[in-house]
């Protein structure tokens, strides 16, 4: 599913919502996010925890009873709900990262803002570069072929990886 849209109408802060909700009906099946930059993705990883904080302003404990987060790793960006495993419940990674054999996704690929700037935007070039490191660094990271895709993003061109 592909959801598009001007920059600051809140597509980001839907889908965090939806990570949280989906990572509480499902534990053991982790969810992989991706994006642009490390500095996006410190956002959305800071926002997970501060929704299922049990002690903060959202009650996503009283949502999900039964679950609890048993582990997290600021560092990497990863945070694991339910039993400890492998592939923690939530995990964020930038484009590039060689990813090969540190994340997966079982559940949901989410992948947000993937274009950098405007020089990337208007370069074709480049967008096709991204595109291909996309595909092979993040779409290559699921476990099975039921793990469906969320992609969010503002579309700079007609070239978009979106596109």
């Known amino acids: 599913m592909i959801f598009w849209g001007p920059p600051g109408v809140g597509k980001t802060t839907i889908a965090i919502f939806f990570l949280c909700w989906l990572a509480g009906r499902n534990p053991e099946k982790p969810i992989l996010g991706g994006s642009h930059s490390n500095s996006f993705l410190r956002g959305v990883y800071d926002e997970c925890l501060r929704i299922m904080d049990t002690q903060g302003e959202y009650l996503w404990g009283d949502v999900f009873p039964g679950v609890s987060i048993c582990g997290t790793n600021a560092k990497d960006m990863r945070i694991d709900l339910g039993e400890p495993k492998r592939f923690q419940t939530l995990e964020f990674s930038s484009v590039g990262s060689n990813n090969a054999g540190k994340v997966r996704c079982e559940q949901l690929l989410y992948v947000d803002d993937l274009v950098s700037g405007i020089e990337q935007a208007l370069s074709r070039e480049r967008l096709d570069k991204l595109w291909q490191t996309i595909y092979t ?27």
């Open 137 to 163: 660094d993040f779409f290559q990271r699921a476990i099975g072929n039921r793990v469906k895709r969320l992609v969010i993003e503002t579309r700079w061109s007609i070239s978009d990886p979106i596109g």
